[in-house]
C-alpha cells in the first residue's frame, strides 16, 4: 500500500480520468495514475470521442451520491510522507498522480477492468498493482 490521505471531498470531475478535491483548505486538480480514458468535449489539444462523453458522464454518477459529490481517499505509488508526495507526485500540469479509492474499491482499477481505459503505462508500470492491473485489462478485452 502507497500513502494514503482519506476522507478528501471531490469538488469537481473534469472528465474519465481527471477529478478535484479539496485538500488543506485549496482545490487540488488528480490526473489518475495508469488509465487514460477518452476526451470529452472541451478538452484542448486530444479530439473528443462519444466515449470521452460516456467516461466523464459515468464518472460524476460514480462520484455522486444524492446529487453531492462524495469523499475519496488518495494514494500515492510510494510510502513517502504525504508532504514529500505532495510535491513529488505531480505531472507536467501541476495535478497530483495517484489513485482514488471510494468506499474501498479502487476507481482506477474499475476504469480498467470495465474497459473505459487500458492499463496505461506510458510513464511507466504501477508498482502498487501491475498484476492488478494487467489481469483487469485481459479480463476487459475478453
Known amino acids: 500500500m502507497g500513502t494514503r490521505i482519506e476522507n478528501l471531498q471531490v469538488t ?3 472528465d474519465g480520468d481527471t477529478i478535484s478535491v479539496s485538500l488543506e483548505g485549496k482545490t487540488e486538480s488528480l490526473r489518475l495514475a495508469c ?4 476526451e470529452k ?3 484542448p489539444k486530444r479530439p473528443h470521442t462519444k466515449a470521452g ?3 466523464s458522464a ?3 454518477e460514480y462520484f455522486s451520491a444524492s446529487n453531492t459529490l462524495v469523499k ?8 513517502d510522507p504525504v508532504d514529500v508526495c505532495l510535491v513529488k507526485h505531480r505531472d507536467n500540469h501541476g495535478r497530483l498522480l495517484c489513485y482514488v479509492h471510494k ?6 482499477l474499475k476504469l480498467v477492468r470495465e474497459g473505459w481505459s487500458p492499463y496505461f503505462t506510458k510513464y511507466g508500470r504501477s508498482r502498487l498493482y501491475h498484476q492488478v492491473f494487467t489481469e ?3 479480463q476487459a478485452q475478453a
Open 12 to 14: 469537481k470531475i473534469a
Open 35 to 38: 488509465v487514460d480514458t477518452e
Open 41 to 43: 468535449p472541451g478538452s
Open 53 to 55: 462523453v460516456m467516461a
Open 58 to 60: 459515468m464518472a460524476k
Open 72 to 79: 475519496v481517499d488518495i494514494e500515492f505509488e510510494t510510502d
Open 103 to 108: 468506499g474501498g474499491e479502487n476507481y482506477n
Open 136 to 138: 483487469a485489462e485481459a
